[in-house]
């Protein structure tokens, strides 16, 4: 089974900064995309953004393009995203996500998500 852990999340004041990082699974299982998504209180789950394996095609949601970097260490196994003047809508639950294949918009795998809350 595919093991995808999450780290970073927190509580930070508007416009501050956390780092999120997701270590995949060992070289075992072959993974080519991977992503962030989030879920806030009572809406439905969204891609943030995702990064081929390479790292040579990105995504960004519109809500977070110039404030979230996406990027990857694939000798760690290891996807990060910077989130940078953070707003108080960015708080939900984020998950790190993976797929099998190298496009932006199919994931087999799933992190158990991080909390991030985001104050006024």
């Known amino acids: 089974q595919v093991q995808l852990v999450e780290s970073g999340g927190g509580l930070v004041q508007a416009g501050g900064t956390l780092r999120l990082s997701c270590v995949g699974p060992g070289r075992t299982f072959s993974i080519g995309a991977m992503g962030w998504f989030r879920q806030a209180p009572g809406k439905e789950r969204e891609s943030v953004a995702a990064i081929n394996y390479s790292g040579g095609r990105t995504y960004y949601a519109d809500s977070v393009k110039e404030r979230f970097t996406i990027s990857r260490d694939n000798r760690k196994n290891t996807v990060y995203l910077q989130m940078n003047s953070l707003k108080s809508e960015d708080t939900a639950v984020y998950y790190c996500?993976?797929?099998?294949?190298?496009?932006?918009?199919?994931?087999?795998?799933w992190g158990q998500g991080t909390q991030v809350t985001v104050s006024t």
């Open positions: 996500a993976a797929g099998r294949g190298n496009g932006l918009e199919n994931f087999d795998y």
